[in-house]
């Protein structure tokens, strides 16, 4: 090649990335699909009020002023990983879908997790709890912000255990989700020196738990622990009380239990149940001025969920993430990165780092729901028991489970290299601080 071809060449090469860069910086289109339970026993956690705090956080954005035009869809996937999928899949190839944002139902959120990496989509999961979405099952596409089956665990599952309830026998749901929420508070009640009994799974969605909870019953364990969410742990909260587990004297532990849950259940029947969560309405002047204006917007006049406070805060962080951009590139993976490069701070949840196997890293409270006689009004429902440090979620629990995870530690490792469970990074440091 001449020198004169050379300089061709380098000029159509400039003068393309430019085009390119040019081009997605005048792109100030963003499509968001909401993909979530609307009509199932996950729809009240969830639902429309998570399409409502949706729409608040493109409005509170303030893109719109910036000339920023964004699209709100929503799809029901009926907690079926293939429905779930094949919604979201329409979404990114027919309707240039950029971002699948809520996801409840881990199974869902799995499936859809490795089609967003496959078509360098972005995955906002609030509503999942699996903590395999930011461990064996990380991607650079994938963010959850809210909560994870190992916050649960380290919360109601440690605190349980410390104070006494040293034996446990699980009710878990026979899907991802309850899986991993068995596996990883299994892990926490042994390391904290307390035994597991035994367990038994249960179908999604089952109206009649009576099998289980002779089980439970006859087990003698201490804890009981609800390894389920949304409608399959108010049915349990339920049949237990006709049951008399409590009045027998065992404890049951909800692992992960919602402010609409504690709504369906009323105080009478929930009141002394202790779980764990990382948001609640009435924590600050923050949550409260912001928890207002939502019910407000809520389709039901409900207080939000924590999934649905999460989803608001996920949504204007990867908005935020966008106008650092100067426009859309499409490119999933590169909004992620952005979307961990720059502070996350919002009024629900405070500063809190974006670490680099997706995982937002925010203090989690221990709660106890109230007597009747102590609640002051409408959703006054819950007592601050303890509040537990982000940090804690940097101690890795593959260091509680058995060496037989030796190759999947393998496979992560290779997958996620900068995951808090090998250590500080030589270049990073400990994922979500600066560099030294």
Known sequence: MTTLARRYAALLACATFGFATSAYAQDKTVKIGVLNDMSSLYADIGGPNSVAAVKMAVEDSGLKAKGWTIEVLSGDHQNKPDVGVNIA????????????ADTPSSGVALAVSNLVKEKNSVLLNSGAATADLTGKACTPNTVSFTYDTYMLANGTGKALTKAGGDSWFFLTADYAFGHALERDTSAVVTATGGKVLGGVKHPLNTSDFSSFLLQAQSSKAKIVGLANAGGDTTNAIKQAAEFGIVSGGQKLAALLLFINDVHSLGLKTAQGLTFTESFYWDLN?????WSKRFQK???????????VAGLYAEILHYLKAMDALGGNPHDGAKVVAKMK????DDPLFGKGPLRIDGRRIIPAYLFEVKKPEESKGPWDYYKLVATIAPESDRVAIAQLLPRRHARAEARLRARCP????????KERGWPGQARP
């Open 89 to 100: 899949r329409q979404w990114i190839d027919a309707d240039k879908v950029d971002a699948i």
């Open 285 to 289: 002047d923050g949550t409260r001025e």
């Open 297 to 307: 917007a809520s389709p039901k006049g409900s207080m939000p969920s924590m999934t």
């Open 341 to 344: 490069e720059i502070p996350t």
């Open 418 to 425: 900068g995951h808090p469970r090998f250590g500080p990074d």
